[in-house]
């Protein structure tokens, strides 16, 4: 029994020992040799497989993916993509948004917030805030004393409307020449003393909630005020966030900013240039911050990558016509459809004799000269070309719908002027007939499918190795 225990011990010993010796981020992959935590690579699954995302992947399926992304990343830090002034330069864009507003301390903007708060309590001197609507009769400033007359009859036919049952926001609407807030019912904004003309003010003011008053006159005109709303200004707490995000909009932020930049280039001393200074502090902040780190890796990767696969896959592969023939007569199957569809154009005529001509001449000619043909030997104004689509299924064209499909009770709908229609071209009924009825399709699938393979050239070239132990722990240890 004794011994029995002692060798208990001893194991739970070595278990104990064995889980003290595991590094608290240990790796989940190498890709070319460059190691990938278990932390970044949860950063990463975690962001980019939400609730939101349509297609979620399992951890296991997203190791493949992400070390495909990696191994492009490696190809291009190879072909020193980074270092072009371009890159560079948009890495930094993207990367001081971030991290140029984690300069600042949060005291410094916090004492922004405050001193804006106390600066409108300063300013209402105990007073509420107000919310009236209005109606402007405006006033010109050279008006003859009869045009004020005329001005002020009409501000006073308005306001006895109101009286006798008329709604505000309505006569706001169509006769207020305030457009901007007869749009909304006359309705202001929320003011305080000092937002609005002094003749104004001290009408508003004086007004209970819900109560009108008489039409007066201020340096633009006649107004018919309504008060909606007073209220006392919310506590500082309340009103935060809105602060914080109006002084965010006003660009304080990016002022304190620059301010703490220029006194931590001070620090740095002579000779630094800004975006030295901002790499010193990007590298200082990522070590705090393994969320800011991740992130900024993300932008650098994220750059490099669409660079890699824009001038070496996408680009190439959409101007490989060839290639694109080839890949769509591999996988024609996959671009068969359910309904009949129309592959060719529509033309009017002024005279129906043209109908038949146009598709005598275009009957042995190349559907991508058909337009110029028609341009070349007939006058503009008998014939003319509507392209607005080269492939068309039924329902989505009446003229394609009775001429190719041959609908029963369809109407035609010629365009004015021209009351005669045609077609030219064929009715496929199983699938396209070549690539380029279905073209962007066929182009996407074909980069996608050139991406494939060149991830896999690159997979023979740099060592992927995924350790399926850590993996299993991902988001559960």
Same mark, same amino acid.
């Given at each position: 029994?004794?011994?029995?225990?002692?060798?208990?011990?001893?194991?739970?010993?070595?278990?104990?020992?064995?889980?003290?010796?595991?590094?608290?981020?240990?790796?989940?992959?190498?890709?070319?040799? &460059?190691?990938? =935590?278990?932390?970044?690579?949860?950063?990463?699954?975690?962001?980019?497989?939400?609730?939101?995302?349509?297609?979620?992947?399992?951890?296991?399926?997203?190791?493949?993916?992400?070390?495909?992304?990696?191994?492009?990343?490696?190809?291009?830090?190879?072909?020193? $993509?980074? =270092?072009?002034?371009?890159?560079?330069? *948009?890495?930094?864009?993207?990367?001081?948004?971030?991290?140029?507003?984690?300069?600042?301390?949060?005291?410094?903007?916090?004492?922004?917030?405050?001193?804006?708060?106390?600066?409108?309590?300063?300013?209402?001197?105990?007073?509420?805030?107000?919310?009236?609507?209005?109606?402007?009769?405006?006033?010109?400033?050279?008006?003859?004393?009869?045009?004020?007359?005329?001005?002020?009859?009409?501000?006073?036919?308005?306001?006895?409307?109101?009286?006798?049952?008329?709604?505000?926001?309505?006569?706001?609407?169509?006769?207020?020449?305030?457009?901007?807030?007869?749009?909304?019912?006359?309705?202001?904004?929320?003011?305080?003393?000092?937002?609005?003309?002094?003749?104004?003010?001290?009408?508003?003011?004086?007004?209970?909630?819900?109560?009108?008053?008489?039409?007066?006159?201020?340096?633009?005109?006649?107004?018919?005020?309504?008060?909606?709303?007073?209220?006392?200004?919310?506590?500082?707490?309340?009103?935060?966030?809105?602060?914080?995000?109006?002084?965010?909009?006003?660009?304080?932020? *990016?002022? $304190?900013?620059?301010?703490?930049?220029? *006194?931590?280039?001070?620090?740095?001393?002579?000779?630094? =240039?800004?975006?030295?200074?901002?790499?010193?502090?990007?590298?200082?902040?990522?070590?705090?911050?393994? !969320?800011?780190?991740?992130?900024?890796?993300?932008?650098?990767?994220?750059?490099? $990558?669409? &660079?890699?696969?824009?001038?070496?896959?996408?680009?190439?592969?959409?101007?490989?016509?060839?290639?694109?023939?080839?890949?769509?007569? *591999?996988?024609?199957?996959?671009?068969?459809?359910?309904?009949?569809?129309?592959?060719?154009?529509?033309?009017?005529?002024?005279?129906?004799?043209?109908?038949?001509?146009?598709?005598?001449? $275009?009957?042995?000619?190349?559907?991508?000269?058909?337009?110029?043909?028609?341009?070349?030997?007939?006058?503009?104004?008998?014939? =003319?070309?509507?392209?607005?689509?080269?492939?068309?299924?039924?329902?989505?064209?009446?003229?394609?719908?009775?001429?190719?499909?041959?609908?029963?009770?369809?109407?035609?709908?010629?365009? &004015?002027?021209?009351?005669?229609?045609?077609?030219?071209?064929?009715?496929?009924?199983?699938?396209?007939?070549?690539?380029?009825?279905?073209?962007?399709?066929?182009?996407? !699938?074909?980069?996608?499918?050139?991406?494939?393979?060149?991830?896999?050239?690159?997979?023979?070239?740099?060592?992927?190795?995924?350790?399926?132990?850590?993996?299993?722990?991902?988001?559960?240890?």
């Amino acid at each position: 029994m004794k011994k029995t225990l002692l060798a208990c011990c001893a194991i739970l010993l070595r278990a104990a020992v064995s889980i003290a010796q595991q590094p608290a981020d240990p790796i989940v992959m190498t890709v070319a040799g &460059e190691a990938v =935590t278990r932390s970044e690579f949860e950063y990463n699954f975690n962001k980019n497989n939400t609730d939101a995302v349509i297609d979620k992947k399992s951890v296991r399926d997203y190791a493949d993916l992400f070390a495909a992304y990696k191994l492009k990343v490696r190809a291009a830090l190879d072909a020193k $993509l980074d =270092t072009a002034s371009s890159f560079q330069k *948009e890495f930094r864009h993207y990367r001081n948004q971030q991290v140029r507003p984690m300069l600042v301390p949060e005291v410094v903007i916090e004492q922004q917030c405050h001193d804006y708060y106390d600066g409108l309590v300063q300013a209402l001197g105990g007073k509420d805030l107000i919310r009236p609507a209005h109606i402007l009769v405006l006033v010109p400033q050279n008006a003859t004393d009869q045009v004020r007359e005329e001005k002020l009859h009409r501000a006073d036919s308005l306001y006895n409307a109101i009286i006798h049952g008329a709604d505000f926001s309505d006569l706001a609407l169509k006769y207020s020449d305030d457009v901007q807030t007869g749009r909304n019912g006359g309705v202001l904004p929320w003011v305080g003393p000092g937002d609005t003309m002094e003749e104004f003010e001290n009408v508003a003011y004086g007004l209970k909630a819900g109560e009108m008053c008489r039409p007066f006159l201020s340096p633009v005109g006649y107004h018919i005020v309504k008060m909606l709303e007073r209220k006392q200004l919310e506590p500082f707490d309340t009103l935060h966030p809105q602060i914080h995000r109006f002084l965010e909009r006003r660009g304080v932020h *990016e002022r $304190l900013a620059t301010d703490a930049l220029d *006194e931590i280039a001070k620090k740095y001393g002579e000779g630094y =240039t800004v975006d030295q200074v901002l790499d010193m502090e990007t590298e200082r902040l990522c070590k705090e911050n393994s !969320d800011l780190r991740y992130l900024v890796r993300e932008y650098h990767d994220g750059l490099l $990558l669409y &660079e890699l696969c824009s001038t070496r896959i996408w680009e190439p592969a959409k101007a490989d016509t060839a290639g694109i023939e080839r890949y769509f007569a *591999e996988n024609r199957k996959n671009y068969a459809w359910d309904k009949p569809h129309y592959s060719g154009m529509i033309y009017y005529c002024v005279n129906k004799d043209d109908v038949k001509k146009v598709k005598k001449a $275009l009957k042995k000619v190349d559907d991508d000269k058909w337009i110029q043909t028609v341009r070349e030997q007939f006058n503009a104004d008998t014939v =003319t070309v509507r392209m607005d689509k080269r492939l068309f299924v039924q329902g989505a064209n009446a003229n394609v719908d009775v001429l190719a499909f041959r609908v029963k009770g369809q109407e035609m709908t010629p365009i &004015e002027g021209f009351p005669y229609c045609g077609i030219v071209g064929k009715k496929l009924k199983n699938g396209p007939a070549k690539w380029t009825d279905v073209g962007a399709r066929v182009v996407e !699938d074909y980069q996608r499918y050139r991406e494939e393979e060149y991830v896999k050239t690159l997979r023979q070239k740099y060592p992927v190795v995924i350790y399926e132990d850590v993996l299993a722990t991902v988001n559960n240890h």
